[in-house]
């Protein structure tokens, strides 16, 4: 998948701290690449991506970026660790989108790191749900980062 998205999301974590120790670290590590792929994804085209789009007020909860034109929601989970609870809470966040909009989200791009991610992702289950949600009509494409 050649999406200019991923590649901002790759090229912040190929950028990442090395050598960080403490859970500390390794948080504000993950804080920095995420604000640097937000940073990237906004530059490409400010009016057209739109970073941190509240889900609903009452949920308290962020898309990480929609891109308008696509009509496509990307999460990117920095840390592979837990990856799987965070893309199930992600799948949600775009299901309620939908539900309390008129502009529906039709895909939603996963992105997470390999090491930690790709064992628990690539499962049957949560394949099983990207097959259902795809004859539910959303598009879900998981989709992963790699150490350089």
């Known amino acids: ?6 590649n901002a999301a790759q090229s912040a974590f ?13 948080t504000k590590n993950a804080q920095a690449i995420a604000k640097a792929w937000r940073a990237a994804v906004h530059a490409l085209d400010p009016d057209r991506f739109q970073i941190e789009a509240m889900v609903s007020p009452e949920f308290d909860q962020k898309i990480d970026v929609v891109d308008t034109a696509t009509a496509c929601a990307y999460e990117f989970k920095v840390s592979g660790k837990n990856a799987w609870a ?17 502009q529906k989200l039709s895909r939603l791009v996963f992105i997470t ?36």
């Open 113 to 148: 790191d390999e090491d930690h991610g790709r064992r628990f992702l690539d499962a049957p289950m949560p394949q099983a749900y990207v097959d259902y949600l795809k004859a539910q009509g959303l598009e879900v494409v998981v989709t992963y980062v790699r150490h350089v």
């Open 14 to 26: 190929s950028e990442r701290l090395r050598g960080a120790g403490s859970v500390s670290e390794h």
């Open 1 to 6: 998948m050649d999406d200019p998205i991923v």
């Open 86 to 102: 965070e893309f199930y809470k992600d799948v949600v966040k775009v299901l309620m989108w939908n539900e309390r909009r008129k």
